[in-house]
Structure formats: structure tokens, C-alpha cells
């Protein structure tokens, strides 16, 4: 049964630095796309970054030259680099991973299958 955990989150200053990471079991990710999500209290859920099958990304205009994803296929994880944090970025982050997705046409939520239970990161002084 495919199954992806989360962790790395916690509590950061302003212009701070985190590192999520999803490992996932049941599945080889290199085969796969895997995307990060993050939602906020009161809004939807917001793609942040994916990383294609062949390791193509893709970022939300909001991230973009401050997260970097990456995969390491030896351990099945999918990694996510957040730095110069904000306190708009406080959410939790979900992992997800689905076959066919990270087409560089965005970064949506129906297209990925399954999901992890996710990391709350919280950005406070």
C-alpha cells in the first residue's frame, strides 16, 4: 500500500530556513511525480512545487528562487528546501504523489492520487 510521511516542519523565524521531506513506501517515486501543497487556516489548498518523473520542477510564482524540491531516488524521498521564510508561508504542508502531473502547466490537486498526512511549518517572530 502506498503511503508517503511527512516531516521537517516546526516553528521558524522570519527569513529562516526549513527542510520538509516526504518518504514514501509502496511505490518508487522516480516513476512518479510528487508535488507539495501547503493551506493556510481559512484558504484553499495551494500548489507550491512539484518535481516531474524525469526531475523537471515546477514553483508557485510566490516561492519561486526561495523553495527548491528535489528527489533522492536511493531513498524514495522528495525533498523541499524553503528559505528567506515569511509569515505568509505559515501552513500545513502536504506531500502528494500521482502518475501523470508536473506538466509545467501548474501545480493542481486533483491531479495527484495520494497524500500525506502533512507537517505544519509555522513562521512567527
Known amino acids: 500500500q502506498l503511503k508517503l510521511v511527512e516531516s521537517g516542519g516546526g516553528l521558524v523565524q522570519p527569513g529562516g530556513s526549513l527542510s520538509l521531506s516526504c518518504a514514501v513506501s509502496?511505490?518508487?517515486?522516480?516513476?512518479?511525480?510528487t508535488a507539495w501543497f501547503r493551506q493556510a487556516p481559512g484558504k484553499e489548498r495551494e500548489g507550491v512545487s512539484c518535481i516531474s518523473y524525469s526531475g523537471t520542477t515546477d514553483y508557485a510564482l510566490s516561492v519561486k528562487d526561495r523553495f527548491t524540491i528535489s528527489r533522492d531516488n536511493a531513498k524514495n524521498t522528495v525533498s523541499l528546501q524553503m528559505n528567506s521564510l515569511k509569515p505568509d508561508d505559515t501552513a500545513v504542508y502536504y506531500c502528494?504523489?500521482?502518475?501523470?502531473?508536473?506538466?509545467?502547466?501548474?501545480?493542481?490537486?486533483?491531479?495527484?492520487?495520494?497524500w500525506g498526512q502533512g507537517t505544519q511549518v509555522t513562521v512567527s517572530s
Open positions: 509502496g511505490t518508487e517515486l522516480q516513476y512518479h511525480a
Open positions: 502528494a504523489t500521482a502518475t501523470f502531473a508536473c506538466k509545467g502547466r501548474g501545480i493542481y490537486a486533483h491531479e495527484y492520487d495520494y
